[in-house]
C-alpha cells in the first residue's frame, strides 16, 4: 500500500489537527437560475449609493462580529473597519464611477491596486496585511451582490492560497481543525489568530492536489501537511500546451467511412451539463461562458469563474476544453450593464471586451489560473480585424505576470477565434496571432443573409449554400491550423457532406446531437461522398 504524502511547510502555530479537507479555491457558486432567483434588491448594482450601502452592511457585518471578541480579534476587526471607512479609497472608487466604470469593476480595481502595492512591499508584515484588504474586497462584493461569504464545515482542514481574518473569526473552532496554507504568512493576522486560539495552522505547502472533503493532518508542531496516498504536490512551473484543436482522437476513435480520422466534441451552455460530461467519449469544442455569468458582480468574481472552468478541464480529464470568452452585447445583455448600446452600435463580444477591459482582465485572469487543470484553449468572439486578437493576447500577457509576481500559478492557453463574422471569414490569412479557428455559423449565417435574429432558423436552409461556400473557401486560408466547427449546422446531419468536402475534421455539436452526427459521419467518405452501400 502506497505511504501517504508529506509535506514540508512553516508552522504557524503549534498543534496537530486532523479532518475533511475543505478547499477554499472552490467555492460553491450560484448558478444563473439561483442568481435570478434572488430578491431584485440583492441583485440591483447602481452607483455610488449602492457601493455605500454595501460598505455600511460590510461595517454591520464586522462590528457584529466584533461582539464578544478578545482584544486582538477586536483589534483585527477595527483594522478593516477603518480602512472601510478610509475616505481615500472612497474617493478613488468614486473617480473610478464617475469615469463610467461600473461600481463592481470601480471597487475591485481600486481594492486590488492597494493588494498589489502590499504584496511588492519589502516587508513581510506588510505583505501579509495583503489578505486583509483582500478579505475587505470580497465582503464588500458579497454585500453588493447579496451573496454573504459562506461558513465551512466544522472540523475540516481549511486548504487554500490563504485565509480571510474574518472567515477566521466567523469559524466555530470548538470542533477542531486546522488551516494548511499554500502561501500565507506566519506574519498574518491569521497566525496570530490562530495561536491565540490553539488551532494548528502551517503556512508555505506550495499547491497540492487534494479532493473536497479527503482527509489532511496538519501538523503544526514539525511543520507539515499529511496527505492521503496518490495525493501530489503540483510542480510551480507549468510548460505551454498546443492548442486543443488537433484531429487526434484516442479510445473510441471515430473515422470516416474511408479512414479518415474525426474529431467530435460537445457544446456546453450552461454549468449544469459540466457533471454530464463523458471525458470517454467527448472533449468540449465549445463552452458558452456568458451563460454562466448572469450579471456584472459575475463577471467581476474572479474565483467563481475559475471554480466553473476548474470544474470543465477536471472533469474533461485528458480530453481538450475550449472556453470562449463573454459575447455579451446586443442580444445577450449582462444584469447590471443595461446601458450598453445595442449590436447595431457594434458593441458586442471581443468589442465589448476591449471597450470594458476591466471585464476581460478578470476573465483572463480566470483563464489563465484554471489552465494548468486541463488542456484550455481559449476563444474569442465576433472577432472582425486582426488587431482584435493582437490586444487580447497582449491583455493576457499583462495578465499573466501580475500572476507571476503574486506566486499564482497559471498558464497560457492557445488564443483562437470564432469565425462568424463574413469579413474576417474571407482574410483568415492575415489573422496570423489565432492558434485555431472555429466557424459559429449562427452568426455567419444571419450576417450573411442580412436576416434579422429571429429570422435566422427560417432563412437557414436558403443561406446554407452560400455559407458552405464560404467556409470551404475560409478553410484554405487556415495555413494548416486547427480548425473546426462549432454552429447549429455542425448538429444536421443534412450539411455534413458539404462541410466535410470543405475540409472541416472537427466537430462539436450539441450533446442530444452527438449520436446522430456520430452515425452520419461513419457512413461518409472524407470528401462528402456517401460511403458504397449507403
Known amino acids: 500500500m502506497a505511504e501517504p504524502l508529506r509535506l514540508k511547510a512553516k508552522s504557524a502555530s503549534p498543534g496537530i489537527a486532523s479532518g475533511p479537507a475543505f478547499l477554499a479555491e472552490e467555492p460553491k457558486a450560484p448558478s444563473a437560475a439561483e442568481w435570478q432567483d434572488a430578491a431584485p434588491a440583492s441583485r440591483a448594482v447602481g452607483g455610488y449609493g449602492a457601493l455605500e450601502k454595501a460598505i455600511d452592511i460590510s461595517i454591520g457585518e464586522l462590528e457584529h462580529l466584533a461582539e464578544g471578541a478578545d482584544a486582538e480579534s477586536r483589534d483585527i476587526i477595527d483594522f478593516q473597519i477603518e480602512v472601510l471607512r478610509d475616505p481615500s479609497i472612497a474617493e478613488a472608487t468614486g473617480a473610478r464611477i464617475e469615469a463610467d466604470e461600473n461600481v463592481v469593476f470601480a471597487w475591485v480595481a481600486t481594492l486590488d491596486a492597494y493588494i498589489g502595492e502590499l504584496e511588492a512591499a519589502d516587508e513581510e508584515q506588510m505583505r501579509a496585511r495583503a489578505v486583509d484588504i483582500l478579505d475587505i474586497k470580497n465582503r464588500v462584493l458579497g454585500a453588493l451582490a447579496g451573496t454573504p461569504i459562506a461558513d465551512f464545515p466544522p472540523g475540516s482542514v481549511f486548504v487554500g492560497k490563504d485565509m480571510e481574518p474574518s472567515r477566521f473569526l466567523a469559524h466555530d473552532w470548538s470542533k477542531g481543525g486546522g488551516i494548511a496554507l499554500f502561501a500565507g504568512s506566519t506574519a498574518g493576522h491569521v497566525a496570530l489568530l490562530a495561536r491565540a486560539k490553539s488551532v494548528p495552522m502551517v503556512v508555505g505547502t506550495g499547491r497540492f492536489s487534494v479532493a473536497d472533503g479527503d482527509p489532511v493532518s496538519v501538523d503544526g508542531n514539525a511543520g507539515a501537511v499529511i496527505l492521503q496516498a496518490g495525493s501530489m504536490l503540483i510542480p510551480p512551473l507549468v510548460p505551454a500546451q498546443e492548442p486543443a484543436g488537433d484531429t487526434q482522437t484516442t479510445g473510441g476513435e471515430l473515422r470516416t467511412a474511408d479512414g479518415v480520422p474525426i474529431l467530435l466534441s460537445i457544446n456546453i451552455n450552461d454549468p449544469a451539463e459540466i457533471d454530464a460530461l463523458d471525458p470517454a467519449t467527448a472533449g468540449v469544442g465549445l463552452m458558452r461562458s456568458e451563460f454562466s455569468v448572469a450579471s456584472v458582480a459575475d463577471a467581476a468574481n474572479e474565483e467563481r469563474q475559475l471554480a466553473i472552468y476548474r470544474r470543465v478541464l477536471e472533469q474533461a480529464g485528458d480530453r481538450p476544453v475550449t472556453i470562449r470568452m463573454l459575447d455579451i452585447g446586443g442580444d445577450k445583455p449582462l444584469a447590471g450593464l443595461e446601458d450598453l448600446p445595442a449590436l447595431a452600435s457594434g458593441l458586442r463580444g471581443i468589442r465589448l471586451l476591449l471597450a470594458r477591459p476591466e471585464i476581460a482582465r478578470v476573465q483572463a485572469r480566470a483563464l489563465l489560473r484554471a489552465a494548468v487543470f486541463g488542456r484550455l484553449s481559449v476563444m474569442l468572439p465576433m472577432v472582425t480585424f486582426p488587431d482584435e486578437i493582437d490586444r487580447i493576447r497582449e491583455l493576457f500577457r499583462e495578465e499573466a505576470e501580475k500572476l507571476g509576481r503574486r506566486a499564482l500559478l497559471h498558464r497560457m492557453p492557445p488564443i483562437g477565434m ?117
Open 418 to 534: 470564432m469565425v462568424e463574422v463574413p469579413a474576417a471569414a474571407l482574410m483568415l490569412d492575415t489573422f496570423g496571432a489565432a492558434a485555431f479557428f472555429s466557424f459559429g455559423t449562427n452568426d455567419l449565417t444571419q450576417y450573411l443573409a442580412a436576416s434579422a435574429r429571429d429570422d435566422i432558423d427560417a432563412d437557414a436552409a436558403q443561406a446554407a449554400p452560400a455559407v458552405l461556400r464560404l467556409i470551404a473557401r475560409a478553410v484554405k486560408l487556415t495555413a494548416g491550423k486547427p480548425v473546426s466547427i462549432c454552429g447549429d449546422m455542425a448538429g444536421n446531419p443534412s450539411y455534413l457532406p458539404g462541410l466535410l468536402a470543405a475540409g472541416l475534421r472537427h466537430f462539436s455539436v450539441a450533446p442530444a446531437r452527438r449520436p446522430a452526427i456520430r452515425s452520419a459521419i461513419i457512413g461518409l467518405n472524407a470528401d462528402g461522398t456517401r460511403a458504397a452501400g449507403e
